[in-house]
């Protein structure tokens, strides 16, 4: 027998109940910490690092909703530069024409460089490649042909000024015949590519 019983034999027996039920409420103690406190503590950090996530969540979706005024401000301004860009370059028909639209808006321009154009004729038209995902509206080129007469400083100076007017209208042929009656005036056909709108679709 170890000398440790012999002490606890020794004791009287309610020093011996006084040290049993300590020994019980310790390993109540031990068992109520490690099965009812230690998950609950590890609960308590789980939901406080929740909290702090829903914190920045939080925080960052009021900065959006303060920034809305500032971003709708911006995406009206883009759309009224796109509307400007669409109204100002993509070209609508005359009386069923491209050319008859084509030849109102450059006439002015040979005019003011002294390029005579004699006739303006629709040439083919050429679809644009679609974005993903395709838009309801389709927009294309179309070649627009003029022909006319004037010195190589008046077309070159016509094509300039059509280039400066309407920077969507793409210079794509221009080809000049030397008259041997007039050698100051040459004949010159000259091909913009303009944005035009397509089909919609359905």
Not at 87 to 103: H, N, W
Not at 135 to 142: M, V
């Amino acid at each position: 027998m170890s000398d440790g019983l012999f002490a606890l034999k020794k004791l009287t027996p309610p020093i011996r109940l006084m040290l049993g039920a300590t020994g019980a409420a310790l390993a109540v103690a031990l068992a109520v910490a490690y099965f009812g406190i230690w998950p609950a503590y590890q609960r308590l950090k789980s939901l406080r690092a929740e909290t702090a996530q829903l914190g920045d969540i939080y925080s960052r979706m009021q900065k959006d909703i303060a920034s809305i005024p500032q971003q709708t401000v911006q995406t009206e301004a883009a759309e009224a530069e796109c509307h400007a860009w669409v109204r100002d370059g993509v070209i609508e028909p005359l009386l069923g024409s491209y050319a008859m639209r084509g030849k109102s808006l450059l006439d002015p321009l040979a005019n003011a460089s002294g390029f005579a154009v004699g006739s303006v004729k629709e040439d083919r038209f050429i679809p644009l490649q679609l974005p993903t995902p395709p838009p309801q509206q389709l927009y294309g080129r179309q070649l627009i042909e003029c022909s006319g007469f004037g010195s190589y400083t008046q077309i070159v100076g016509f094509v300039q000024a059509a280039e400066q007017k309407f920077p969507f209208a793409i210079l794509s042929g221009l080809r000049i015949e030397s008259q041997s009656q007039t050698p100051e005036r040459h004949k010159a056909t000259i091909t913009f590519e303009w944005p035009v709108k397509g089909e919609k679709r359905k």
